[in-house]
Each structure stands twice: as structure tokens, then as C-alpha cells.
């Protein structure tokens, strides 16, 4: 019989200096991200800084990303998503109706079903285990969990042990099907770019309103949701463009990579430790039915293979937006689908997890 898993991790070394660390972090960014960006990895700045944040949180080297930048990055990617999908090109994916009713529904009743049988296995707590399976950003998923009594730590787990995995499997796919970024010749011509410095000016301050909104208010979705708002105001009703230019982007990748890397420190996985084999081969399950709701839409509706992956993946809309946007896919398709899921998850979650909760907590009364 094998040995039981140990409660905790071994010691960690002592922490270097808040200075050392931050130069650790950045160095180890770079040292990840620059090949992957010459093999044309989609999103490498994104996986790079994912990859460099676990690297440290498991040597138990924290670094502490600022909220405020957090926030400006989520905003960021709001806007991004608008701009990929203005309100012409959603009404007319929405001729097809089915199609997203299907991919939006699908993905969150598989989500609901396995979270529904962690909570009966007693592996977690009902809302612990709905939270944690629910698709959509995972910044979002991981705030509204505290504010409904589940173990953030554990949500937090979930939620972005499931945003590596298909960034992972996104590396895969793209290597199978092709669809990878651009050329590395023309990278460095795009960062060079001229930009539009008014427009540049109105992106930004709507990131800033709405980062700084999301800080007061703390509305369900988050910065993502009023950058996306604020893109939709700036793009299709005051009719001027959403200027985000690479480097930009590129900057709000690594924020957000660091924030889902950081996660996975040595508190949190010594936390889940027991668990944890469980939840992977549970977060594995959904994204291999995931898989197979892409497959219907590649054979059904002649949509190609990695634009069905990302628009059935069950991993955040914030990054799943910036792989799309850096890949040879259906970006519009792809944020409509994930964008659409967001905001079905925001309206339904709250009560699917306090049902489960309370269907959990009756089912542990009557001893089943």
C-alpha cells in the first residue's frame, strides 16, 4: 500500500529580497517568453509569466503583483474583447443562435455536473466545488466564492490549475493544427509600430475609469466586465477606436500571468495537497468533454479545430481572449462564445451554488 500523502510541503528557503525576487521573476519571464515567442507560441508572454509565477510561488519566493495593476490588466483585456467583437459582428454571430446557445450552456452544465459530484464524493464543500468548476474569468469566479462562504484558497486552486491546463493543451493543439501567432519577423515591426496617440489616450482613460470603478464598486465580473463595457461605449456608441498596441498588450499579459503563476504558492498546494491528484484528474475529465463539444462544432459547423478548442474551453475569458488574439483563429467567434458564457455564469452562479450548498449540507444532515 502507498505511502499517505504528507500534509505540507517541505520547509521553504528563506525568502530573498522584495528586490531580488521582483528581478527573479522578470529574469525568468524573459528566459521563458522570448523562445516562445520565436516558435510562434501563442500568447508567450502570457504563458511565460504563467510558468515564471509558479516557478517562485512553489520556491517560496512571493511576489506580490498590485492590485491596481491587476485591475488595469483585466480592464485591458475588457477592451480587447470589444474590440475584437463590436456590436455588427455579435448581432451577426448571433444569427446563429443554437450554436452559441449550445456552446454557452454546454460547457457551464458539464462545469456544474462535475463540481455537483465533488460535493457528493465529499471531496469539497457544495459551493467550494461549484465555485471551483464554474467556467469563466477566474479572477471573477475566485472574488464572488468569498463572498458566498466558499474556501477561496481551494477555488482559487481549481480555478487556475484549469486556466494552465488548457493554455497548456493550447500549445498542443495549435502544434497539431497549425494556427500559431505571427511570424517572429514581424513581431519586432509591430512593436514598433506608429500609434495613435489621441486614440491611445482615450483607450487608457477608459481603462483607468473602469479599473478604478471595479476598485470602488467591486461589481460581479469585475474590471473585465466594465472594459468591456467601456469598450463597447468607446468603439460603438461614441464611434472613435480602441487603440491597444502590442506592447501594451503585452504588458497586460504579463500581469495577468503572474497573478494566475503566483497563485499556486506553497500555502495553497500544501492546503490541497490530498486532494489534489482528484481535482486534476476531475479538471482533466472536463476539459476532455470540452474537447468533445469541439469536435460536434468542427464536424457539424465546419468551424476549424482551434477555433472550436478555445471557444469550448472551459478556462477564463481574460485568458483565453489573449490567446485567441494572438492565433490564427475566429477571435470574434471565440470571445463572443466565452463572453457569452461569462456573463450566463454571473447571472446563474449565485444560485446554482447556494442550491448545491444547501442540497449538500441536507444530503451530510441525513448521513448519505
Known amino acids: 500500500m502507498s505511502a499517505p500523502l504528507p500534509d505540507a510541503l517541505p520547509a521553504a528557503p528563506a525568502p530573498l529580497p522584495a528586490a531580488r525576487r521582483w528581478a527573479c521573476l522578470v529574469l525568468l519571464t524573459l528566459v521563458l517568453t522570448l523562445p516562445m515567442a520565436w516558435l510562434r507560441v501563442p500568447a508567450p508572454s502570457l504563458l ?11 520556491a517560496g519566493q512571493r511576489v506580490r503583483v498590485p492590485m491596481s495593476a491587476f485591475m488595469l490588466s483585466q480592464a485591458l483585456l475588457g477592451l ?12 451577426e454571430l448571433m444569427r446563429h ?5 449550445l456552446g454557452v450552456t454546454s460547457v457551464i452544465v458539464l462545469s456544474v455536473g462535475l463540481g455537483w459530484q465533488l460535493a457528493r464524493w465529499k471531496l469539497l464543500p457544495g459551493s467550494t466545488a461549484i465555485w471551483g468548476s464554474f467556467p469563466g474569468a477566474a479572477s471573477a469566479m475566485t472574488l464572488l466564492a468569498g463572498e458566498f462562504g466558499a474556501d477561496v484558497r481551494l477555488v482559487a486552486l481549481m480555478q487556475y490549475l484549469r486556466v494552465v ?13 497549425g494556427g500559431a501567432g505571427n511570424p517572429p519577423a514581424g513581431l ?4 514598433l509600430a506608429p500609434v495613435d496617440v489621441p486614440g491611445l ?14 476598485w470602488r464598486w467591486r461589481p460581479p465580473g469585475g474590471a473585465l466586465v466594465l472594459g468591456l463595457v467601456g469598450g463597447v461605449l468607446i468603439q460603438d456608441v461614441a464611434g472613435q477606436a480602441v487603440v491597444l498596441p502590442p506592447w501594451l498588450l503585452a504588458a497586460a499579459a504579463l500581469c495577468l500571468g503572474w497573478n494566475i503563476g503566483l497563485r499556486f504558492d506553497r500555502a495553497v498546494v500544501s492546503h ?10 476531475v479538471l482533466t475529465l472536463l476539459l476532455l468533454l470540452c474537447g468533445g463539444m469541439a469536435g460536434l462544432l468542427v464536424r457539424w459547423m465546419g468551424v476549424d479545430p482551434l477555433t472550436a478548442y478555445l471557444a469550448m474551453s472551459p478556462g477564463g475569458a481574460d485568458s483565453v481572449a489573449l490567446i485567441a488574439a494572438s492565433s490564427q483563429v475566429d477571435a470574434p467567434f471565440v470571445m463572443a462564445m466565452q463572453t ?24 451530510a444532515a441525513s448521513g448519505q
Open 48 to 58: 511565460g509569466a504563467i510558468v515564471a509565477g509558479v516557478s517562485l510561488g512553489l
Open 80 to 91: 480587447m474583447i470589444a474590440r475584437a467583437c463590436p456590436l455588427p459582428v455579435f448581432a
Open 97 to 101: 443562435w443554437e450554436v452559441f446557445l
Open 165 to 177: 491546463m488548457v493554455a497548456t493543451l493550447m500549445m498542443a493543439v495549435s502544434g497539431l493544427v
Open 188 to 191: 519586432l515591426a509591430d512593436w
Open 201 to 214: 489616450g482615450l483607450t487608457l482613460s477608459g481603462t483607468a475609469f473602469a479599473a478604478a470603478a471595479a
Open 272 to 281: 490541497a495537497l490530498r486532494v489534489l491528484p482528484r481535482l486534476f484528474a
Open 340 to 363: 457569452g458564457r461569462l456573463l450566463a455564469v454571473l447571472a446563474v452562479g449565485p444560485a446554482v451554488a447556494r442550491w448545491v450548498s444547501r442540497r449538500s449540507s441536507a444530503r
